[in-house]
């Protein structure tokens, strides 16, 4: 894997790869917005192609996550190209060195504390906590680690 930040001129392969999660109503402008934000870690691999965008929240958080309260906390967006109809576990096990960098990088960015989260689909939350995040607590589609910390040992694992 040839594994690297994103710059904007990324944007055209990362917005096709990412659409059909969108239903096609993510302009590319919003992409450059996604990979530019300073909230945001978005790394890749043009050459695969694999996307990951880690995002720093802060409180009050828009929207609901089961059991994680509140406070400021990094989620795992976007990882592409997960799909709940391949072989899931396989798929997961090929995404450990992208996941592993992002969380890298976030941790390095002062954020080691902070809780980590992902909304996958049932069948792919799963697969991370059996492959990637053993012990993590899982809710239906929500899966979390309680640091970032803690989610980058297993990830790096």
């Known amino acids: 894997m040839n594994?690297?930040?994103?710059?904007?001129a990324?944007?055209?392969w990362v917005h096709d790869l990412i659409q059909p999660a969108y239903r096609g109503e993510l302009s590319l402008e919003q992409v450059v917005a996604m990979i530019t934000d300073p909230d945001t870690v978005a790394i890749g691999d043009?050459?695969?192609?694999?996307?990951?965008?880690?995002?720093?929240?802060?409180?009050?958080?828009?929207?609901?996550?089961?059991?994680?309260?509140?406070?400021d906390?990094?989620?795992?967006?976007?990882?592409?190209?997960?799909?709940?109809?391949g072989q899931i576990d396989a798929q997961?096990?090929?995404?450990?060195?992208?996941?592993?960098?992002g969380l890298r990088l976030m941790r390095a960015r002062g954020h080691g504390n902070l809780r980590v989260w992902?909304?996958?689909p049932e069948?792919?939350?799963?697969?991370?906590?059996?492959?990637?995040?053993?012990?993590?607590?899982?809710?239906?589609?929500?899966i979390h680690m309680p640091t970032l910390n803690a989610a980058w040992a297993k990830a790096k694992a």
């Open 46 to 71: 043009p050459g695969l192609p694999v996307y990951l965008r880690l995002v720093r929240y802060r409180v009050p958080l828009e929207f609901a996550v089961p059991d994680l309260g509140h406070g």
């Open 92 to 101: 997961v096990s090929a995404m450990r060195p992208i996941i592993a960098e």
């Open 123 to 142: 069948v792919l939350a799963g697969a991370f906590e059996r492959n990637l995040f053993p012990g993590a607590a899982r809710r239906g589609r929500f």
């Open 10 to 12: 990324d944007a055209d």
């Open 3 to 8: 594994i690297r930040r994103l710059l904007p």
């Open 118 to 120: 992902a909304e996958l």
């Open 73 to 85: 906390m990094v989620q795992l967006a976007d990882l592409h190209p997960l799909d709940p109809r």
